[in-house]
């Protein structure tokens, strides 16, 4: 509690929340009013006596001409009076002129300055001098008992009558017998000084109209100053709540576009504001994670509330379990698949069934009678269904048309697709097996089937013409390419055909939903509808939508047991025998043509060409599980790969330096962890990637903020992972460029990088990858039992 609601509380004042506010900006209105306030006493202080002088001089110039006529209206007589010795006579004549108010007395002096004549009030110490030298004076004023005067000299002229004009008003008669006048020879009458008319004004109005004067001044004063006062009142009162209201508006994020814009007297700092503000939302949202993020939990309670009692299924080629037999017995392992890093916490998360191809040496040994197993090991979260198929089948289907056919027709990765009717034949034959497992695991007629992968392009079809209630949600890792590459399979009708099965088509980014209407839209006859981006076919309709893949973003407890950054760091130099300044950059893939592992062997060939003071610091470790090592073209880039790295091995290694270190086998979850926590570099340069797991797994690791991305823009993650290092692979100077820069780059800007990185990653997780399908699975659900309710209220 503050001291003011204390007090204001001790002597029972009403507290309000208002009064604080009212306080405050009282306080704002003071240091407005206070100089105001000063500023007008210090005014009036000043124009008072002013103008007191002022109108004294005004007045004081006005009695001067009010004398000057006194003193011309009585020129005359006293100009008589006095050439003809009869001052006298002066004494009414003045008497009459002090009757006026403000003449307060009359005196006249003679030329030699003795007073001749004075009415009554004359003061009678005031001789002619001292009122002459008091009217010379500045402010002729004159101190007496009944207040002051004004003294005021004016001189009086007259001219003195000719001795042949007799008395003043006399003339000679003129004769009308008289000759002609004959024209007189006296020169005309020279005025001369007659005296000095001493005329004394009262003042005392001249007080109170100066009084009266200050009077109104200090009163306009004061009602200018209490107007000007509720001006300032009124208008600080509405900028500062303008400014508030404005300062809120930023702070609410609108002004930028909304049409209220903020006071523009904020406009200089709105925008430090607003960066700033950023700036902490940033901070915030690293500190708090997502909102509304997505977790299993949420996952399961989607599944709960919006696909209730529905089944889930699962299929994909490689299954996220297998059973392997060696000389400590059988062993269970995870494989290097994308796919199944993705897909496993989801079905972890809803349980149901998972049916893939069982492809361990101890697969058959662990299934139940329906070729059942509870995985994973230990928890037994939901089922695995292994189907088999002989070494012929899988040459034809997996090999042949899945991954010569099919994998570098989508990636266009300037390795030719090989299409065999055998492979074709194989492949629709294993897509048909699958399918019917699929049919056999469902326990009613609209189970939710997750269809994985370009294994399986004519499934959802397969399944869908046994179950037409189901809902498939076909998701294609890979990437689609354009029509005109696609349209080189001899079987894209079919495929497009078999793929339109799916009530819902996934596809990582909407570059690669663009492609696959367009190629439907230029093989099949469909009506396409662009706005809802859905394809009918054949009375169906199919959803075409992006889905990003992602991660399932590491626990507490996970990153709990993972060892220090410095401590992986220590045991991966000690086991690699690297230097220990080294800065290390890795790459983790599987030995694929489309990873653009040449193209980042080529930078780093180039990155110690161009900077040589790299070489004996610099280290790129390639960490490549060997793939489909059946194929001749995966021999044969594994062994294009070994021969460059021993290449540039020989051109800069040294003694105790080897630039490039290629672990060419599987590496456990756990063991690529500490790699990625060790690096200062990750290297991804796809030729062509649907979505790209391995960079979004070192952003998950690297909890210390630290350590760059080198990310190629074709991979399908360059949409969402802005803050890598973008580089185009084919660019050998590009990439090594990058790698140089992410060597150098200060720690600031890469915690700062990493922050982004890892807020993005955090949110969009494998677990909203999966909500927002079976989310739009469900919709899609429920508008079709709508119909069908609709249609049995028409029937019926
Ligand atoms: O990229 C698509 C993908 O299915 C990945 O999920 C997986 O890593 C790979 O292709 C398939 O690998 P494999 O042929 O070894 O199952």
């Known amino acids: 509690m503050s001291d003011l609601t204390k007090f204001f509380n001790r002597w029972g004042l009403p507290w309000k929340r208002g009064t604080w506010t009212a306080l405050k900006s009282a306080r704002l209105q003071l240091r407005f009013l206070l100089p105001l306030v000063i500023t007008l006493i210090a005014a009036a202080y000043v124009s008072v006596p002013l103008l007191d002088q002022v109108t004294l001089r005004w007045f004081s110039r006005d009695l001067n001409s009010r004398g000057v006529l006194v003193a011309n209206a009585l020129s005359d007589s006293v100009a008589d009076a006095m050439f003809n010795d009869r001052a006298y006579r002066l004494i009414p004549i003045f008497d009459r002129a002090a009757q006026d108010e403000r003449l307060f007395a009359l005196g006249l002096c003679d030329p030699d300055g003795r007073l001749l004549q004075r009415t009554g009030r004359f003061p009678d110490d005031l001789g002619c001098a001292e009122a002459l030298r008091l009217a010379q004076q500045v402010d002729p004023r004159l101190s007496l008992a009944g207040g002051p005067v004004h003294v005021g000299v004016h001189r009086v002229m007259g001219h003195r009558p000719s001795p042949s004009s007799g008395e003043e008003g006399a003339s000679e008669p003129v004769l009308l017998s008289d000759p002609e006048p004959v024209p007189s020879l006296q020169l005309p009458p020279v005025d001369e000084l007659v005296g000095n008319l001493v005329l004394l004004h009262d003042m005392s109005f001249i007080e109170r109209r100066s009084q009266e004067t200050s009077r109104y001044l200090i009163g306009l004063i004061t009602v200018l100053g209490l107007v000007i006062a509720l001006i300032t009142i009124v208008v600080a009162q509405l900028s500062w709540r303008g400014w508030v209201n404005g300062a809120r508006a930023i702070m609410r994020g609108e002004g930028l576009l909304s049409p209220l814009l903020p006071a523009p007297e904020l406009a200089p700092f709105?925008?430090?504001?607003?960066?700033?503000?950023?700036?902490?939302?940033?901070?915030?949202?690293?500190?708090?994670g997502p909102e509304a993020e997505w977790t299993a939990d949420r996952l399961r309670t989607l599944l709960r509330t919006q696909l209730v009692g529905d089944q889930v299924i699962v299929v994909s080629n490689r299954e996220p379990y297998i059973h392997e037999r060696t000389a400590d017995g059988i062993v269970v392992k995870r494989p290097a698949s994308g796919l199944v890093t993705a897909v496993e916490p989801v079905m972890r998360a809803c349980s149901g069934t998972w049916v893939a191809h069982g492809s361990g040496s101890a697969d058959r040994d662990v299934v139940d009678a329906s070729d059942r197993v509870r995985v994973p090991p230990g928890s037994d979260d939901y089922w695995l269904r292994r189907i088999w198929m002989t070494a012929e089948e899988e040459q034809g289907y997996y090999y042949g048309f899945a991954n010569e056919g099919m994998w570098p027709l989508c990636h266009v990765a300037h390795v030719r697709p090989v299409f065999r009717e055998s492979d074709w034949e194989a492949y629709r034959a294993i897509n048909q097996r699958f399918a019917d497992a699929v049919i056999a695991e469902a326990r009613g007629d609209d189970p939710v089937v997750l269809v994985q992968d370009y294994h399986f392009a004519l499934l959802p079809a397969m399944i869908r013409e046994k179950l037409p209630q189901a809902t498939i949600l076909t998701f294609w890792h890979i990437p689609w390419p354009n029509p005109e590459s696609f349209g080189i399979c001899p079987w894209r009708r079919e495929i497009l055909q078999g793929m339109l099965g799916s009530t819902i088509l996934g596809f990582h980014t909407r570059f690669h939903c663009k492609n696959f209407i367009e190629t439907v839209d230029r093989y099949l006859e469909a009506r396409i509808e662009h706005e809802h981006s859905t394809i009918a076919y054949q009375e169906k309709e199919?959803?075409?939508?992006?889905?990003?893949?992602?991660?399932?973003?590491?626990?507490?407890?996970?990153?709990?047991?993972?060892?220090?950054?410095?401590?992986?760091?220590?045991?991966?130099?000690?086991?690699?025998?690297?230097?220990?300044?080294?800065?290390?950059?890795?790459?983790?893939?599987?030995?694929?043509?489309?990873?653009?592992?040449?193209?980042?062997?080529?930078?780093?060939?180039?990155?110690?060409?161009?900077?040589?003071?790299?070489?004996?610091?610099?280290?790129?470790?390639?960490?490549?599980?060997?793939?489909?090592?059946?194929?001749?073209?995966?021999?044969?880039?594994?062994?294009?790969?070994?021969?460059?790295?021993?290449?540039?091995?020989?051109?800069?290694?040294?003694?105790?330096?080897?630039?490039?270190?290629?672990?060419?086998?599987?590496?456990?979850?756990?063991?690529?962890?500490?790699?990625?926590?060790?690096?200062?570099?990750?290297?991804?340069?796809?030729?062509?990637?649907?979505?790209?797991?391995?960079?979004?797994?070192?952003?998950?690791?690297?909890?210390?903020?630290?350590?760059?991305?080198?990310?190629?823009?074709?991979?399908?993650?360059?949409?969402?992972?802005?803050?890598?290092?973008?580089?185009?692979?084919?660019?050998?100077?590009?990439?090594?460029?990058?790698?140089?820069?992410?060597?150098?780059?200060?720690?600031?800007?890469?915690?700062?990088?990493?922050?982004?990185?890892?807020?993005?990653?955090?949110?969009?997780?494998?677990?909203?990858?999966?909500?927002?399908?079976?989310?739009?699975?469900?919709?899609?659900?429920?508008?079709?039992?709508?119909?069908?309710?609709?249609?049995?209220?028409?029937?019926?």
């Open 270 to 288: 709105a925008a430090d504001l607003r960066a700033r503000l950023r700036d902490l939302e940033d901070e915030y949202r690293r500190a708090q």
């Open 542 to 796: 199919t959803l075409v939508e992006s889905y990003p893949i992602s991660i399932e973003w590491p626990s507490d407890a996970e990153v709990a047991a993972w060892a220090p950054v410095a401590a992986c760091r220590q045991t991966v130099i000690e086991r690699l025998g690297l230097p220990a300044d080294v800065c290390l950059a890795v790459g983790v893939d599987r030995f694929d043509y489309t990873k653009g592992i040449l193209e980042r062997l080529n930078a780093v060939e180039r990155l110690l060409e161009k900077w040589p003071s790299w070489i004996g610091r610099f280290v790129f470790v390639q960490v490549a599980a060997p793939t489909r090592t059946a194929l001749d073209e995966y021999r044969s880039f594994q062994e294009r790969i070994e021969r460059v790295t021993l290449r540039i091995n020989e051109r800069f290694g040294r003694s105790g330096y080897q630039p490039v270190h290629l672990l060419a086998q599987h590496h456990e979850h756990d063991a690529v962890m500490e790699l990625f926590r060790a690096a200062d570099i990750c290297v991804v340069t796809s030729l062509h990637d649907g979505m790209n797991l391995v960079c979004k797994e070192f952003v998950a690791a690297r909890d210390d903020l630290r350590g760059v991305l080198v990310l190629s823009r074709f991979a399908g993650a360059s949409r969402e992972l802005a803050e890598a290092l973008i580089v185009n692979p084919y660019h050998v100077e590009e990439t090594a460029d990058a790698l140089h820069r992410a060597a150098l780059m200060p720690l600031a800007e890469q915690r700062e990088r990493m922050s982004s990185l890892r807020s993005t990653v955090r949110e969009f997780n494998v677990f909203r990858w999966a909500g927002r399908m079976l989310a739009d699975a469900g919709r899609w659900r429920l508008r079709a039992r709508i119909e069908a309710r609709v249609r049995r209220h028409q029937t019926g």
